[in-house]
């Protein structure tokens, strides 16, 4: 006899399946396999020792500050953590508890059934001249051969855009923003490279996202989180999907000094209501993407928080994005100029797609198309 002990198992079912476990059995074990846990922000005190309680008795358990139980503050931080099995019963048994239990208990619910979707490597072409990293600036007459390589090397979504919106960058007019993506937009529609792949216009401006989407685009990938409603009514005419992102502040100001409460529970409050916004307009959520905006108004420790728990974000049933490729965060971890930034943005961007991101937004398709692959076989 001899026992390991096992790593990650993203399938559980497969893998119980190939033990030869009972059809039955498959269901009610892989609840068993999964250990979750939940941070739960500003619960009330009463509320913590009723749930405290209730998870020790099932097995489960709440992580409680040494205050509450002689209820010295009104509410508490918590983390809760246990199997999936565990998180359904609370989520069934705290329906019936008071003091704010039952919107935990429909949280709880909520994050148990997320949709999944298939990893897609979204690949960066830059028209204008000052993008933060060079390799992905491109005039008109290179672009398409560019565009050519990113599909040839597996990109799934290109991503155009003529704005940079690097820490710092100025604001150019629309007419500006339009003269340097309309070449590539004319060229795409007259070759029909729509056919190869899915095209993001990276914009929120309205008369360029129009042009762009008549040439055969059907992303709108806008920094500002859709904050214009005419942008989300051009993803509504055109059937287009629409990427919102968080971001705090401006291009201009975004880096000085970013401060929040909790980074978060901000980002997350921020999504919950542009989607509201969205789908008042006519969008479904089906055709909304969420990106947590990496380097757009956040801190080092905010990034890495995160990338840490973008699992959550899959609670709103949108596709994830993910966008650290090449950024200073790389910089301040280790100080690296930005061409040379490809192996930490591998490492940020695999642990993205391991904690719940969808779409990886990139300058290097080829070489993340390869780690993805690699990536996949090792869950």
Do not use: W
């Not at 250990?35 to 005190?45: A, E, G, P, V």
């Not at 599909?151 to 979504?157: L, N, Q, R, S, Y």
């Not at 916004?277 to 909304?288: F, P, S, T, V």
């Amino acid at each position: 006899m001899y026992i390991y002990k096992l790593g990650n198992i993203s399938d559980k079912k497969a893998a119980l399946k190939a033990l030869g476990v009972e059809s039955g059995g498959v269901s009610i074990m892989e609840k068993k396999m999964e250990l979750l846990s939940f941070f739960i922000k500003d619960l009330k005190t009463p509320a913590a020792n009723i749930l405290k309680q209730d998870a020790l008795s099932i097995g489960a358990d709440l992580a409680v500050p040494s205050g509450v139980i002689l209820c010295e503050k009104p509410t508490y931080d918590c983390i809760l953590m246990g199997t999936r099995k565990h998180m359904e019963v609370l989520s069934k048994k705290e329906l019936a508890q008071p003091f704010g239990l039952k919107t935990v208990a429909t949280e709880l619910k909520s994050f148990l059934f997320v949709k999944t979707y298939p990893t897609q490597i979204m690949g960066v072409i830059n028209a204008n001249d000052d993008s933060f990293f060079a390799g992905s600036r491109f005039k008109a007459e290179d672009a398409i051969d560019a565009i050519d390589q990113m599909i040839e090397d597996g990109a799934d979504i290109i991503d155009v855009g003529a704005v940079s919106s690097r820490p710092g960058a100025s604001m150019v007019s629309e007419l500006v923003e339009l003269e340097r993506i309309k070449p590539i937009c004319d060229m795409i529609a007259s070759e029909k490279l729509y056919e190869k792949a899915i095209f993001s216009v990276d914009s929120y401006t309205p008369l360029v996202i129009e042009y762009a989407l008549k040439s055969g685009f059907t992303l709108i990938n806008d920094i500002t989180g859709a904050s214009d409603e005419v942008i989300i009514k051009l993803a509504v005419e055109y059937e287009a999907k629409l990427c919102i992102m968080h971001m705090k502040g401006t291009p201009e100001t975004m880096q000085k000094d970013p401060d929040y409460e909790d980074v978060m529970v901000e980002v997350s409050q921020f999504f919950e209501a542009r989607i509201a916004k969205c789908e008042a307009l006519g969008l479904e959520r089906k055709d909304i993407i969420l990106d947590v905006g990496i380097g757009f108004g956040k801190t080092l420790e905010h990034n890495i928080t995160l990338i840490k728990n973008m699992d959550h974000f899959k609670v709103f049933g949108c596709e994830v994005l993910v966008g650290a490729s090449r950024k200073s965060m790389i910089d301040k971890i280790i100080s690296t100029p930005t061409d040379e930034r490809l192996p930490g943005t591998l490492a940020l961007h695999l642990k993205a797609v391991e904690n719940g991101a969808s779409i990886v937004r990139c300058h290097d398709v080829a070489e993340h198309k390869q780690a993805l692959a690699v990536f996949h076989v090792l869950r």
